[in-house]
Nanobody, 125 residues
Framework: QVHLVESGGGSVQAGDSLRLSCAAS????????VAWFRQAPGKEREFVAA????????YYGDSWKGRFTISRDNAKNTFDLQMNTLQAQDTAVYYC??????????????????WGQGTQVTVSS
């Protein structure tokens, strides 16, 4: 089990950048794949990006590939989501997640047991 706390959300203008961070506590963190999901009002939670336990493999949802970058620092028990060229459609609550999921299913939110509380990102056009 790990405890996750997000930070870095806020209100920005279209075209701006934001960096979200997720701080983890728990000895298992270094062995977990970690991911970012987001949920816009009235919509289902959707996969944004994931990174393997060793940082070697990164996965992105098609809508964010090229604009968003996921990274992690196992020495600091943190992982980040750098979001560039934000658009109004990126407005959502962003959640970090961690678990020992298979790489085959890490895009599916139901496979993660450990979640942060969420951080709001609002992009004005």
């Amino acid at each position: 089990q790990v405890h996750l706390v997000e930070s870095g959300g806020g209100s920005v203008q279209a075209g701006d950048s934001l960096r979200l961070s997720c701080a983890a506590s728990g000895r298992a963190f270094g062995s977990y794949h970690v991911a970012w999901f987001r949920q816009a009002p009235g919509k289902e939670r959707e996969f944004v990006a994931a990174i393997s336990w060793d940082g070697e493999r990164k996965y992105y949802g098609d809508s964010w590939k090229g604009r968003f970058t996921i990274s992690r620092d196992n020495a600091k028990n943190t992982f980040d989501l750098q979001m560039n060229t934000l658009q109004a459609q990126d407005t959502a609550v962003y959640y970090c997640a961690a678990d020992s999921v298979s790489r085959l299913v890490l895009r599916m939110s139901r496979n993660y047991k450990n979640w942060g509380q969420g951080t709001q990102v609002t992009v004005s056009s």
